[in-house]
């Protein structure tokens, strides 16, 4: 079974700080994702990575930044986390052979849930 | 742009058939998904569909018509693990990479 694992489920940060979030995967998969859920709005993409060193923003970028230095990792960072940032963050990955992902699923985390005071 | 839409809420009730609709608007269609997401935990696929028609699994089946930009997610013989968010899926592939683009999710709840 792919498992993709998120480093904290829980985390309490203040206005300002600088925020790490990690994603490890074991599946040897090139795509990884980082969302965000809120209420009402659904899961929305921050910023993906179709291999290492590589980025492409997403949907809601602003206020993020990434980095994928190996594989299995990938991780979301907030330089200046504010309030509007308090979320469930969702990091996902998939395989990709080919022209596209067939039918292969993303493959979630468990979430972190972020909240800025 | 991007459109994906699903109803907010829907109840049903236990042993009864319920369906869940998804309308879309995407530049770049190249597969529809379903999840699965209980309280607190993470989306866990469901179904897939990239050609018209229906494809069936077991209690689930899902639809799609592409040129109506339209799928359902059919649930049979619903039982009360049945309550849960079901989110509608599109991977799009507009600017070369292909992602998926969530809909806001339909949030089912079974009664006995």
């Known amino acids: 079974d792919v498992k993709v694992t998120q480093s904290s489920r829980y985390l309490v940060k203040r206005t300002g700080e600088k925020v790490f979030l990690e994603c490890v995967q074991d599946m040897d998969h090139e795509n990884m994702f980082w969302y965000r859920q809120d209420p009402g709005l659904g899961l929305r993409l921050i910023y993906f990575?179709?291999?290492?060193?590589?980025?492409e923003k997403g949907d809601i970028p602003e206020g993020y930044s990434v980095s994928r230095e190996k594989k299995e990792r990938f991780s979301l960072i907030l330089e200046s986390a504010s309030t509007n940032q308090t979320s469930m963050y969702l990091c996902?990955?998939?395989?990709?052979?080919?022209?596209?992902?067939?039918?292969?699923?993303?493959?979630f985390g468990n979430g972190t849930r972020l909240t800025v005071t | 742009g991007q459109n994906i839409d699903q109803p907010t809420e829907m109840t049903a009730t236990e042993g009864a058939i319920v369906q869940i609709n998804c309308t879309y608007q995407?530049?770049?269609?190249?597969?529809l998904f379903w999840y699965q997401q209980h309280a607190g935990e993470a989306p866990t696929f469901l179904s897939y569909?990239?050609?018209?028609g229906l494809e069936e699994k077991g209690r689930f089946s899902s639809f799609l018509s592409r040129s109506k930009g339209y799928s359902y997610l059919l649930l049979k013989e619903l039982q009360m693990k049945d309550s849960a968010s079901y989110l509608c899926a599109v991977r799009d592939r507009t600017g070369g990479y292909n992602k998926l683009i969530f809909g806001a999710g339909t949030r089912l709840a079974v009664h006995p």
């Open positions: 996902a990955s998939i395989f990709m052979g080919g022209q596209g992902f067939g039918e292969s699923p993303l493959h």
């Open positions: 569909n990239v050609l018209d």
């Open positions: 990575s179709y291999d290492v060193k590589m980025k």
């Open positions: 995407t530049s770049g269609f190249n597969g």
